[in-house]
């Protein structure tokens, strides 16, 4: 960002000008302080620079300081941390060409801070090392364009440091003086030295030098030798600040001019220089601040005032430095730091000071008048008149003590006007009038005569008025108005009269003026008065038409007690009232339809005391909250109270004013503050905007310990509270500063506040972009704004990864459920077609052998054994039926159960084996009531339980089985032993009923062993646990 001098500062100078010549004898500067009650880390002010961001940092004997317009940030050795500051006792700060600032420290060395890290690096000497720098106290630094920083030291003279590498390089202490106060580094990379003997000239090229020392017998030598500060002036020559003296130095003709108390410096004994805005500005050890104009070659000086609540905090000045604004930064020693800002210096302020004589006589001003080009008036509320000269600058009293013409009445002065012969009228609050010839001293008197009906009717005399024609009237609290007749010195009364609707609507007349078609309007504390007065002026001539409030009526006045009159020069009128600005355009004078302002339209505040009109046509306020611009154009309102350089912030009716001069002049409770509104320029100071601090659930966010964001903010979904500090780095009037901000994603709109922070919470995942801009201190929008990414992360199952796992698990679920269905289905037309198989395969052969010798019974062919053959019969359909009722209860899904199978076994066992005498011992154990099993595990286990007891009675010819059914421990075991005959093949027969029961083992994923002996078979099938 490349900064430079506004140009507004140039026209701006012309303020400055009229400030020290028209009113120099009596016009302070103002400075705004800045001290340990704002966070300042110590009130002794060594050393002011300004960062490339626009940061001040400022160098105290307590620490260092970062200061944004907000708050200060303080940097302090810490004895347990290297990368801290080094020392806290500071004498000197620089900013590189790269923004890393150097720190001069007393006796520890010198300091490099780089804000990005937010680590210092030490730089020590060590006698013995010449790599290193020369002394640990550093008084001077200054870079020059080759890359160089120079340092210099307070007893080890002169070091060069290489900033792109840091290396240190000692000059010879044979060349240049061991004792270097100030550097100051010209267009050609020559280095001029203040030392305390006198100014050296050192060209590191030639590595030559040049010494210019006092001599008492040289006029055009330097004053002292005892230099403290140097600073460039017009055409390459040099300004140098010594502890007797100031010098203006030409190299070419290698002369110093001299300045010292002769020449106007309020003290020799300086401390710092600097050039700004085309002058000289002087910081002494004891004496205040000095500024040299060298047009006319003339010093003003400004010391410590305490009865000035804007004036100069201390009377010893250390060191003085203009930031990019054009501010003037001045360091005392124990006071902290004063500004001097051009916004500031816009008001003129002439105030009641106890410590000094020789201001106004009073705070509270309630009239102003002016006797043009010569002097000014001012009337209080206890001590009389105050009169001001602008030839001499002097304040002149006028009171009930003092002696001849400066003698008066009254203290409690209310109004005044200077009539076109030039008198002074003056209204008294309890004494009626006084007329002052200010020309020959003489005064006449004139007050309330109840006996005589043609004296003043009161003696609360509020305002003064002369019309186009001379009509001079006089407007009383609480006794009407008054017409006076200069030849008869008499008066005629207007007064409200309740049976009488032409009458004025109130006898407290706050205003009075005359437009320019000669109607008058007459303000009140109920309503408005307008009238015409005729050519025989007389009381029944004058017929008033009252104007008031009307309740529901946005068109009508705002209020009826009406403070104040204005007209414009368009003819329009403008009423300041207890509630409100009043506009009625002149077209609409006969019916009158207002335009209302209030504080929700930018108003300060609904009083509005006086209104002036200035040359653009802009209208000039003065409130209960500060003076007010207002333009009728744009019908926006520019507020100025005390941080702008007000001493008032209330002020007075009638206490308003338009000077010869041009200057404006309002009134208040604290005095008179005056300005020249054709030199009032806003600024166009285009100050940085800066992201100070983060904050995530309002704890400070870190950031590689740097001081400034240079990357994204990642934050998780945890972290949706957080919030934002900023700052516009313009010093000249931080309160008057306005921000506006949005997050990108978030907000539609700017948000416009006053506060430097933005708070955020419940932010949604996402990706961010913070934006602040701001406006500068004259309420300017800065062309610069700052930006800050925040990505807030999801959740994990807010992610696009975890949804598109989620997609494919519910794919696969489907899938399943699909799969699973089909495979049920699969598995339905398996057991169908099983069914259909057994059905056909055993009990379909018996039924065929049933429908065989049925038939043959049937033709006769049996004759011999009807009745085996009907006992075959017999036989094979109870096999049928008992065939049927092992499938039934094979699919029947209340028989799933271990325990239900295990009891059909043993039915099935007791069954066959009694009938056929054969004992069996039946043994189950590990079957759980609930432990379910498929309908193909419990067929097939049955079929092969079933096929092993048939086999034993058909074939073994045992009398005695043991049955063993075990589902205990990791396996299940069924065990089937007989003592029967045995036989030779085992499992290899090639009988239907084992290869049968092989089969059903390989489904049921079990091991089938026959074992066969002499004295029995032993069939033993093993799987895994149900």
């Known amino acids: 960002m490349h900064w430079h001098k506004p140009n507004w500062i140039k026209t701006s100078l012309i303020l400055i000008a009229l400030n020290l010549s028209l009113l120099a004898q009596k016009t302070e500067l103002k400075f705004r302080n800045l001290g340990l009650k704002d966070g300042l880390s110590q009130g002794t002010v060594q050393s002011i620079v300004q960062d490339k961001k626009g940061f001040i940092w400022i160098a105290t004997e307590d620490g260092l300081n970062r200061y944004d317009g907000n708050r200060f940030d303080v940097f302090k050795h810490d004895p347990d941390d290297l990368n801290s500051l080094a020392s806290n006792d500071l004498w000197v700060i620089f900013v590189d060409p790269k923004n890393c600032l150097w720190i001069g420290t007393y006796q520890q060395g010198l300091d490099k801070y780089d804000p990005s890290t937010g680590k210092f690096r030490h730089f020590t000497s060590d006698l013995k090392d010449s790599s290193r720098i020369s002394s640990n106290t550093i008084r001077a630094l200054a870079a020059d364009n080759k890359g160089n920083l120079w340092v210099g030291t307070r007893d080890g003279g002169l070091n060069k440091i290489n900033l792109n590498n840091n290396k240190v390089t000692r000059i010879s202490e044979s060349i240049i003086d061991e004792k270097i106060r100030a550097i100051l580094i010209d267009d050609n990379n020559c280095l001029w030295l203040g030392t305390h003997k006198g100014l050296v000239y050192f060209n590191p090229d030639e590595n030559s030098v040049k010494h210019f020392t006092h001599t008492p017998a040289n006029k055009f030598s330097i004053s002292n030798n005892n230099i403290r500060s140097i600073c460039k002036g017009d055409k390459n020559t040099l300004w140098i600040a010594t502890q007797n003296g100031l010098n203006h130095f030409d190299p070419e003709s290698e002369k110093f001019n001299r300045y010292d108390v002769e020449s106007g410096l309020s003290s020799n004994d300086l401390r710092s220089v600097v050039r700004m805005k085309g002058n000289i500005w002087v910081a002494t050890t004891r004496d205040g601040l000095n500024i040299f104009n060298k047009k006319d ?500 199952w807010a992610t696009i990864w975890f949804r598109f796992l989620i997609i494919l698990l519910f794919i696969g679920l489907f899938y399943g459920l699909h799969r699973y269905r089909v495979n049920n289905l699969l598995k339905l037309e398996k057991l169908r077609i099983k069914i259909a198989s057994d059905l056909h395969d055993d009990i379909g052969a018996n039924l065929t052998q049933i429908a065989l010798r049925s038939d043959l019974m049937a033709q006769g062919i049996v004759q011999d054994d009807k009745q085996g053959y009907l006992h075959g019969i017999a036989e094979m359909s109870r096999q049928v039926v008992k065939s049927l009722s092992d499938l039934v209860w094979a699919i029947d899904s209340r028989n799933d159960t271990l325990e239900k199978l295990a009891s059909r076994m043993k039915q099935l066992a007791l069954d066959v084996f009694e009938p056929n005498n054969i004992d069996c011992v039946f043994t189950s154990k590990g079957f759980e009531k609930t432990a379910k099993l498929d309908v193909d595990i419990r067929q097939n286990l049955y079929l092969i339980f079933k096929e092993a007891v048939n086999n034993i009675v058909k074939h073994s010819g045992s009398d005695h089985v043991e049955i063993v059914l075990d589902n205990t421990n990791e396996k299940f075991r069924l065990e089937i032993k007989d003592n029967g005959n045995g036989f030779e093949n085992t499992l290899d027969n090639p009988g239907n009923g084992l290869k049968n029961m092989k089969m059903r083992a390989v489904q049921l994923k079990a091991n089938l062993n026959i074992t066969a002996t002499k004295k029995g078979v032993t069939i033993l099938l093993e799987r895994s646990r149900f």
């Open 297 to 796: 070659n003339s010093f003003y000086s400004q010391q410590q005032n305490p009865g000035n609540p804007f004036g100069l905090s201390a009377e010893t000045l250390v060191t003085l430095f203009e930031d990019m604004a054009g501010n003037l930064w001045i360091g005392t020693r124990g006071a902290g730091i004063d500004i001097y800002s051009l916004q500031l210096n816009r008001f003129i302020s002439f105030r009641k000071n106890h410590l000094e004589n020789d201001q106004l006589n009073h705070p509270v001003i309630f009239a102003i008048a002016e006797q043009p080009g010569k002097n000014l008036w001012f009337g209080g509320q206890e001590n009389g008149i105050t009169q001001y000269s602008y030839e001499t600058g002097r304040f002149t009293y006028l009171n009930v003590d003092a002696k001849d013409h400066l003698k008066i009445r009254n203290n409690e002065v209310r109004s005044m006007l200077f009539d076109s012969s030039d008198n002074l009228w003056i209204g008294y609050i309890s004494a009626g009038i006084e007329c002052f010839n200010v020309k020959n001293g003489s005064k006449i008197q004139f007050k309330n005569n109840p006996k005589d009906e043609k004296s003043l009717s009161g003696n609360n005399v509020r305002t003064f008025y002369e019309g186009m024609n001379g009509d001079f009237w006089i407007g009383t609290s609480g006794d009407g108005l008054n017409l006076f007749n200069r030849d008869k010195k008499s008066f005629q009364h207007f007064q409200n009269d309740p049976q009488d609707s032409a009458s004025i609507s109130s006898n407290y007349i706050n205003a009075i003026i005359q437009d320019s078609e000669g109607t008058y309007w007459v303000a009140t504390r109920n309503g408005i008065n307008v009238f015409r007065m005729q050519d025989k002026r007389t009381k029944e001539n004058a017929k008033f038409k009252s104007i008031r409030n009307i309740k529901g009526d946005k068109k009508s006045l705002s209020n009826d007690y009406v403070i104040s009159i204005t007209e414009a020069r368009n003819g329009d009128l403008w009423f300041g009232t207890m509630t409100g600005l009043n506009h009625l355009k002149s077209k609409e004078k006969s019916n009158p339809q207002f335009r209302r302002y209030f504080m929700k339209d930018g108003l300060p505040s609904d009083v509005v005391y006086a209104i002036l009109e200035d040359k653009k046509g802009m209208l000039w306020l003065s409130t209960n909250k500060g003076i007010s611009k207002f333009n009728p154009q744009t019908k926006t309102f520019i507020n100025y109270n005390t941080s702008d350089g007000l001493i008032n912030l209330e002020y007075n009716s009638e206490a308003a004013f338009k000077s010869s001069k041009g200057y404006f002049i309002f009134g208040g409770v604290n005095g008179v503050d005056m300005f020249n509104p054709d030199s009032f320029e806003l600024s166009s100071f285009n100050p940085a905007v800066e992201i100070t601090s983060f904050f995530v659930h309002q704890k400070p966010f870190s950031v590689n310990n740097g001081l400034f964001f240079k990357d994204d903010i990642n934050l998780s979904y945890k972290d949706n509270y957080f919030s934002f500090e900023f700052s516009v780095l313009d010093y000249s009037n931080p309160e008057k500063i306005k921000y506006r901000y949005r997050l990108s994603g978030l907000d539609n709109d700017w948000i416009e506040s006053n506060r430097n922070f933005a708070n955020y919470t419940d932010v949604k995942p996402g990706v961010y972009e913070f934006i602040v801009n701001g406006t500068n201190g004259d309420g300017r929008w800065s062309k610069n704004s700052s930006h800050l990414n925040i990505v807030i992360s999801p959740p994990f």
